[in-house]
């Protein structure tokens, strides 16, 4: 008993730790970008010394590819948890289109930790990660398509491809993420509105009465 309490606070201590870093990771890649994100400077915003990072993470690689995958796993998590509320396809995917702008409006440190990751980084494989396919494997696209497809069985949707009008949809939400003229012209509660009116328009069942 005794060494299963002993096991489980050092196991507490280490993932409080590792979050200190992730989050002090996130901070500089925000500040200075991927190329000068060194684990001296991560250090440095955690307050705690290079060694220390190194114990959790083997080097700033390691590091960067457990933070892709928190971060990614964070905005899914949020969006998806919002969406599972909703009863029909259409309140799914106003939520969904709403959810994912308010996640990168309230996170826009972590929006721009994940762009500094995806565009410089690469896998371990030595892949540059915007280069890969994320295909089926990506939970948000394929909830997203689930929408869609369900919307159309119901006859609330009309006769497109699933697949293209979900790219389409998640090229518009990201376009605010990216387009730093758009943010500053229009603010984002307006543009989730707007595109939620726009899509409702591109995916209406024709002759149908929503």
Do not use: C, W
């Not at 915007?130 to 494997?137: C, Q, R, S």
């Not at 790219?167 to 730093?180: C, D, L, S, V, W």
């Not at 543009?191 to 409702?200: A, K, N, P």
């Amino acid at each position: 008993m005794e060494n299963n309490k002993k096991e489980e606070k050092q196991t507490f201590i280490a993932e409080a730790r590792r979050e200190q870093i992730v989050e002090a990771a996130i901070r500089t890649l925000d500040d200075i970008g991927y190329a000068k994100a060194s684990l001296a400077q991560i250090a440095k915003r955690a307050g705690i010394s290079t060694a220390l990072i190194s114990y959790h993470f083997s080097d700033k690689s390691d590091l960067m590819n457990h933070l892709l995958v928190t971060l990614t796993q964070r905005s899914t998590s949020y969006i998806l948890e919002k969406v599972k509320e909703e009863k029909t396809p259409q309140a799914k995917l106003h939520t969904f289109i709403s959810a994912s702008l308010a996640y990168q409006g309230t996170h826009p440190a972590h929006n721009a930790a994940l762009l500094e990751i995806v565009f410089n980084a690469r896998t371990p494989e030595n892949v540059p990660y915007y280069k890969l396919d994320d295909g089926e494997d990506d939970p948000i696209m394929h909830e997203l398509q689930q929408i869609l497809q369900d919307g159309q069985e119901q006859g609330l949707f009309g006769n497109f491809h699933a697949a293209v009008m979900a790219n389409f949809i998640q090229g518009a939400i990201g376009e605010y993420m990216f387009n730093h003229a758009l943010v500053k012209e229009i603010d984002l509660e307006m543009y989730s509105d707007e595109l939620i009116r726009i899509v409702d328009k591109a995916v209406k069942q024709e002759g149908g009465t929503r």
